[in-house]
T-cell receptor, first 109, second 114 residues
Framework: GQSLEQPSEVTAVEGAIVQINCTYQ??????LSWYQQHDGGAPTFLSY????GLEETGRFSSFLSRSDSYGYLLLQELQMKDSASYFC??????????FGRGTSLIVHP | KAGVTQTPRYLIKTRGQQVTLSCSPI?????VSWYQQTPGQGLQFLFE???????NKGNFPGRFSGRQFSNSRSEMNVSTLELGDSALYLC?????????????FGPGTRLLVL
């Protein structure tokens, strides 16, 4: 099967930079995705990495190291509205799509 | 483009009953996936439909079933409801369901089983 591990909670202050780590186990790798979910809302797609390296999208960046089975989501210039849960996920491909348990990000003023 | 829509948004049922949830994907999307989200288990994949065929299935009992219509709209059914089925049920659509594609989630149906 597939599994992902990520911290349950991260706190930071407005304007800071925060990194949310994710390690995974899979027999067949199709990429690593990241989703954001606000309380009471639906998950929204943030990024997808299939190759090693950094992908940047505005204030958000995502990094992947396939040799280490590791990725992270980097959020810069934190804003209060970034307070949400962040999930790393292994897309399906030949396997069942699998999500991590989520990291609750709390941004303080 | 309209987003993914799910109906109903909230539902209260009693144990033993059955329930049907509906999902309308983004226009042009042919892949629809269903997920169950609970505080204890997180987001868990139920199944994926593509062109009216179930293409992938998660580890849920046979009480959970689904189908997809020719217009890509999808329904999922849960029979003989149990208390543990209380959850947020999310559907997500994408063009073809390829791993690199963005999945667009609907707002979910919150099911409470009493």
């Amino acid at each position: 099967g597939q599994s992902l591990e990520q911290p349950s909670e991260v706190t930071a202050v407005e304007g800071a930079i925060v990194q949310i780590n994710c390690t995974y186990q899979t027999s067949g790798f199709y990429g690593l995705s990241w989703y954001q979910q606000h309380d009471g809302g639906a998950p929204t797609f943030l990024s997808y990495n299939a190759l090693d390296g950094l992908e940047e999208t505005g204030r958000f960046s995502s990094f992947l190291s396939r040799s280490d089975s590791y990725g992270y989501l980097l959020l810069q210039e934190l804003q209060m509205k970034d307070s949400a849960s962040y999930f790393c996920a292994l897309p399906g491909g030949s396997y069942i799509p699998t999500f991590g348990r989520g990291t609750s990000l709390i941004v303080h003023p | 483009k309209a987003g993914v829509t799910q109906t109903p948004r909230y539902l209260i049922k009693t144990r033993g009953q059955q329930v049907t949830l509906s999902c309308s994907p983004i226009s042009g999307h042919r892949s629809v996936s269903w997920y169950q989200q609970t505080p204890g288990q997180g987001l868990q994949f139920l199944f994926e439909y593509f062109s009216e065929t179930q293409r992938n299935k998660g580890n849920f009992p046979g009480r959970f079933s689904g189908r997809q219509f020719s217009n890509s709209r999808s329904e999922m059914n849960v029979s003989t409801l149990e208390l543990g089925d209380s959850a947020l049920y999310l559907c997500a659509s994408s063009f073809e369901g390829a791993p690199q594609e963005t999945q667009y989630f609907g707002p979910g149906t919150r099911l409470l089983v009493l």
